[in-house]
C-alpha cells in the first residue's frame, strides 16, 4: 500500500526567504508525481506535475524534483511571499493500467510573514 | 471555459441521514473522482466515474455509493452519516481515466451533527 508523508507539517518562514518542502513515498512504482496548492477550506489548485522519468520541473518562482529510486520529492520555493501561504499537498499516481487514483500526503502548511 | 464545479458548498446534516453531492466536470472531460478531506489531511480516494460505471474504489464501505449521467456529471451519496463522516468532498475531474492530470473543483464542505 503506497503511504505518502510530507515533512514538516507546518512551517513559518520571513518574506523573501528560499524554502524547501519535502515529501516521501513508499512505493517507487509510480507513473507521477504531483505537487498542489491548497488555500483554506477551498479546493486544490495544482502547481506541477513530473512524469516518472522526468528529474525536475520548474514554474516560475517554484521548482519540483523527483528521485523515484529514493521515493523523494522535494519542492523549493524562491524569494517567498506572503501570498505564498497556504497548505502544499504532494500526491501520487501508480503504475497502474487504468485510472487516475492519487494518493495524498498529509500536506505542509506554510505561512510566510510580511 | 468553466472549470469543475460542485454544489452546495456547505452542508449540515444530522447522524444517520442521508446526503446527495453534485459535480460537473470540466468541458471536455468524461471521467469523474471524488475524494474525502477530512480537516488537517490530506485527501483520500474515495471512487472513479466512467462510461456510467464505477472503474476504481478506495477504501470506503458501501454507504459511499455514486452515480454518472450521460452527460458527464456525477453524484456521491452518502448514507447513514456518522459523525466522522464530516468533511469536505473533492471532486476531480480528466479526461479518460488514464488521463495524466486531474482538475479538481471547490469542495463540499458537509458536516455531521
Known amino acids: 500500500k503506497q503511504e505518502v508523508t510530507q515533512i514538516p507539517a507546518a512551517l513559518s518562514v520571513p518574506e523573501g526567504e528560499n524554502l524547501v518542502l519535502n515529501c516521501s513515498f513508499t512505493?517507487?512504482?509510480?507513473?507521477?508525481l504531483q505537487w498542489f496548492r491548497q488555500d483554506p477550506g477551498k479546493g486544490l489548485t495544482s502547481l506541477l506535475l513530473?512524469?516518472?522519468?522526468?528529474r525536475e520541473q520548474t514554474s516560475g518562482r517554484l521548482n519540483a524534483s523527483l528521485d523515484k529510486s529514493s521515493g523523494r520529492s522535494t519542492l523549493y520555493i524562491a524569494a517567498s511571499q506572503p501570498g505564498d501561504s497556504a497548505t502544499y499537498l504532494c500526491a501520487v499516481r501508480g503504475e497502474e493500467t487504468s485510472g487516475s487514483r492519487l494518493t495524498f500526503g498529509e500536506g505542509t502548511q506554510l505561512t510566510v510573514n510580511p | 471555459d468553466a472549470g469543475v464545479t460542485q454544489s452546495p458548498t456547505h452542508l449540515i446534516k444530522t447522524r444517520g441521514q442521508q446526503v446527495t453531492l453534485r459535480c460537473s466536470p470540466k468541458s471536455g472531460h468524461d471521467t469523474v473522482s471524488w475524494y474525502q478531506q477530512a480537516l488537517g489531511q490530506g485527501p483520500q480516494f474515495i471512487f472513479q466515474y466512467y462510461e456510467e460505471e464505477e472503474r476504481q474504489r478506495g477504501n470506503f464501505p458501501d454507504r459511499f455509493s455514486g452515480h454518472q449521467f450521460p452527460n458527464y456529471s456525477s453524484e456521491l451519496n452518502v448514507n447513514a452519516l456518522l459523525l466522522g463522516d464530516s468533511a469536505l468532498y473533492l471532486c476531480?475531474?480528466?479526461?479518460?481515466?488514464?488521463?495524466?492530470?486531474?482538475?479538481f473543483g471547490p469542495g463540499t464542505r458537509l458536516t455531521v451533527t
Open positions: 513530473i512524469q516518472s522519468s522526468q
Open positions: 476531480a475531474s480528466s479526461f479518460r481515466p488514464g488521463s495524466y492530470e486531474q482538475y
Open positions: 512505493d517507487s512504482a509510480i507513473y507521477n
